[in-house]
């Protein structure tokens, strides 16, 4: 018991004391404006490199991003449709199909999908 606890205690003390000497030994005393500032080949920078992200761009993606999990969740499917009870693989892969088309709704009724207003 008492190996546990200087174990657990020597995981716990050990990279908190690497990471207290780590955030001390690296933080920046000089702060330069041409550091800081965009690099253009050496030429004043002809507009702001914080250009503003679109928000539509960033929830289609994010859409996307969550239909392609959904679809690697269908494919097994139809492999287990081999091995199991037929009506059990039918309820389930309607219940399952059904809520993505309630979320696909959702997001269509939400507006998510418009890309010009």
Same mark, same amino acid.
Do not use: H
């Given at each position: 018991?008492m190996? %546990?606890m200087?174990? /657990?205690?020597? $995981?716990?003390i *050990?990279?908190?004391? !690497?990471?207290m /000497?780590?955030t001390? %030994? $690296?933080k920046? $005393?000089?702060n330069d404006?041409?550091?800081? $500032?965009?690099?253009e080949?050496?030429?004043?920078?002809k507009?702001?490199?914080?250009?503003?992200?679109?928000?539509?761009f960033?929830?289609?993606? !994010?859409?996307? *991003?969550?239909f392609?999990?959904?679809? !690697?969740?269908?494919l097994?499917? !139809?492999?287990?449709?081999?091995?199991?009870?037929?009506?059990?693989?039918?309820m389930?892969t309607?219940?399952?199909?059904? /809520?993505l088309l309630?979320?696909?709704y959702?997001?269509?009724n939400?507006g998510?999908?418009?890309?010009?207003?």
């Amino acid at each position: 018991m008492m190996i %546990l606890m200087m174990s /657990i205690s020597i $995981s716990f003390i *050990l990279p908190m004391m !690497v990471m207290m /000497i780590a955030t001390t %030994l $690296s933080k920046k $005393s000089i702060n330069d404006r041409e550091k800081s $500032s965009p690099f253009e080949c050496g030429f004043d920078p002809k507009s702001s490199a914080r250009m503003p992200f679109s928000l539509q761009f960033f929830l289609i993606a !994010v859409i996307f *991003l969550i239909f392609d999990v959904e679809i !690697v969740m269908i494919l097994p499917i !139809v492999i287990i449709f081999k091995t199991s009870n037929i009506s059990m693989w039918m309820m389930a892969t309607t219940i399952f199909i059904m /809520i993505l088309l309630m979320g696909l709704y959702y997001e269509w009724n939400q507006g998510a999908l418009k890309w010009a207003n």
